[in-house]
């Protein structure tokens, strides 16, 4: 047995303290694509879209769209979508392997270049990602949904722009902002088209709840989307009020990303039981071991974000590295 398939096997599942809403009652929306809804109000004001399952296991996303799909909840300016992603994968949720069903052929947050979109390749998530892009082309203000493997609080990931970074800020939660430049491998979706684009109006964020199954993940997810509804004044707030249920830091921490470590080997194992956003204090310390080498914090005060301690692998990121900046 290598060292990762050691780590996984000693490793217990987490527990799903949620549970999983039903939502074929949504397929049929008024946009003509499945699982995908809008109100107009009539009146002057942004669009403004709130997605969940991106991947099919991040179960507090589709909770928190669900919750507001049943409420009713209706713009009093602008216009409002509210929708489902990668339902396909959704729909094979399994409790006995539950991280399975992130999605069925190839990651959806990874193919929202106009490269992969218009080219010839097809997948299932390639398929879904094509049928939303109408709607999503008329979307100025963009808020996606996610959850993460191992326990964490939560991140809201901003991308590179400045105008991202300035939106996590004035929405004000949670209390860490990670600024990145997103993968190599592939277009997330808070990239596609305006909301990469330094010179466009139109700005999106992606937020990272917490654990997929955890109870306070659906928490974070439900005032998450309330406070960015809320933000862009399409929303009356006694609507949205009962979802209001996290504290506001006193400050917002912003982590800016230098580099991913990604595993070279099948013996790579952390040298601490690392949970994210340590910070190590002394450039040079050890924080983990890829066969033979060594792997060091680069600077002082170097932030651990996101280690991934279950899904280890060769040429999978395993965790990343990123700095404190002042805003």
């Not at 599942?13 to 109000?41: K, Q």
């Not at 684009?197 to 937020?207: K, T, V, Y």
């Not at 609507?239 to 209001?244: G, K, M, P």
């Amino acid at each position: 047995m290598t060292t990762i398939e050691a780590i996984r096997a000693a490793l217990p599942a987490y527990p799903i303290e949620v549970s999983f809403p039903d939502i074929a009652r949504w397929r049929e929306g008024n946009t003509g694509i499945d699982y995908l809804h809008s109100f107009d109000s009539g009146l002057p004001g942004p669009h403004v879209m709130v997605l969940a399952l991106t991947h099919g296991n991040e179960v507090s996303g589709a909770i928190a769209v669900e919750t507001l799909l049943a409420a009713g909840i209706r713009p009093v300016a602008g216009r409002l979508s509210l929708g489902f992603g990668n339902v396909g994968a959704y729909e094979r949720f399994s409790a006995e392997n539950a991280d399975a069903t992130r999605y069925l052929d190839e990651d959806m947050n990874r193919v929202w270049s106009m490269r992969a979109l218009d080219g010839p390749r097809n997948s299932r998530e390639l398929t879904r990602a094509r049928a939303m892009r109408p709607l999503l082309d008329t979307v100025d203000l963009l808020l996606d949904i996610h959850s993460m493997h191992e326990v964490s609080a939560p991140l809201m990931m901003t991308g590179p722009l400045e105008k991202a970074i300035a939106l996590a800020a004035e929405i004000g939660l949670p209390e860490h902002v990670v600024i990145d430049k997103g993968h190599p491998n592939g277009t997330r979706m808070r990239d596609y088209g305006g909301f990469g684009d330094p010179a466009s109006a139109r700005n999106a964020l992606l937020i990272e709840t917490g654990q997929h199954f955890a109870t306070v993940s659906r928490e974070v997810a439900l005032d998450a989307a309330s406070r960015f509804l809320l933000h862009a004044g399409v929303v009356a707030e006694a609507d949205l009020a009962q979802y209001l249920t996290q504290a506001r830091p006193a400050r917002q921490k912003f982590i800016e990303i230098t580099q991913a470590v990604v595993a070279s080997s099948m013996d790579f194992r952390f040298s601490q039981p690392f949970t994210g956003l340590e910070v190590i204090e002394k450039a040079g310390t050890e924080i983990a071991r890829d066969g033979g080498e060594v792997i060091a914090t680069p600077y002082d005060n170097c932030v651990v974000v996101q280690p991934s301690l279950r899904h280890l692998g060769v040429n999978v990121t395993v965790m990343r590295l990123g700095r404190l900046i002042e805003r």
